[in-house]
């Protein structure tokens, strides 16, 4: 399924929804969810937007709801275990069909995210305040409209490499930190007909999510990832195209 070029990409905003509900620090920044502060955003840029948490009935992401989503956007953190194995091969398969992905910070260890890499996606993480200073190494990216050649976020947990995913079809960002680390920040990949972009920045202790420049990358990252025009895949037993001799 594909948005027509007259109609607005639908976007749903997943989120696991559990550090707000227990912790004031997060409160702070994100008193209705993280969900909700990246909803805003994307409506506010025209999209159609709507959101889906952990604890609803089916994870929120029913099949009814992922058949009419264009692109899906994916934070979690403390409780990837929790996310049914079920959902995860309803919203994998929609990958393949088509659907975009957008997998935010700590999402790079959700169960939907490995599954689609096929690694471990671990890496070194330190939380102590640094600086971070993302790169833009694939200038002309549509990912990287409206950037200069870095942006930076005064205060964000450091990921450092080695990142255990696959080496990415086009790598868009490289972060470094103050402490001296370096991380594959903003990585694309295509699986199936779907397109999937990891992008690092987002931890939930900190107003990362109101940066204008973090809000620019996933807006550019949503009508990167929308799924493309096309015939539908065909497998199995095929018929020869021409007449036997």
């Given at each position: 399924?594909?948005?027509?070029?007259?109609?607005?990409?639908?976007?749903?905003?997943?989120?696991?929804?559990r550090h707000e509900r227990h912790s004031e620090e997060v409160q702070k920044h994100y008193p209705e969810g993280i969900h909700k502060t990246i909803a805003g955003f994307l409506g506010e840029a025209g999209l159609e937007v709507r959101t889906a948490t952990l604890d609803e009935p089916e994870h929120g992401l029913t099949q009814e709801v992922l058949d009419s989503t264009d692109v899906l956007t994916w934070w979690g953190h403390m409780a990837h275990g929790d996310v049914s194995d079920e959902i995860v091969e309803r919203v994998y398969k929609r990958v393949l069909d088509g659907m975009g992905l957008i997998v935010l910070h700590s999402g790079h260890f959700s169960k939907i995210f490995r599954k689609l890499m096929g690694t471990t996606c671990d890496l070194k993480w330190r939380e102590s305040g640094d600086r971070e200073r993302l790169w833009v190494v694939a200038p002309g990216h549509p990912i990287t409209e409206g950037l200069g050649d870095y942006f930076e976020i005064e205060e964000e947990e450091m990921y450092g490499e080695h990142f255990d995913i696959p080496t990415p079809?086009?790598?868009?960002?490289?972060?470094?930190?103050?402490?001296?680390?370096?991380?594959?920040?903003?990585?694309?990949?295509?699986?199936?007909?779907?397109?999937?972009?990891?992008?690092?920045?987002?931890?939930?202790?900190?107003?990362?999510?109101?940066?204008?420049?973090?809000?620019?990358?996933?807006?550019?990252?949503v009508h990167w990832a929308a799924p493309t025009p096309g015939q539908p895949r065909v497998f199995g037993n095929t018929p020869?195209?021409?007449g036997s001799k």
């Open positions: 399924m594909t948005a027509s070029s007259s109609t607005k990409l639908r976007v749903t905003v997943w989120n696991e929804f079809e086009t790598l868009v960002f490289i972060s470094w930190f103050t402490g001296g680390e370096v991380f594959r920040s903003g990585a694309c990949y295509t699986r199936g007909r779907g397109k999937i972009f990891y992008f690092r920045p987002g931890h939930e202790t900190l107003p990362t999510y109101h940066n204008k420049d973090v809000q620019r990358v996933i807006v550019n990252g020869a195209l021409e």
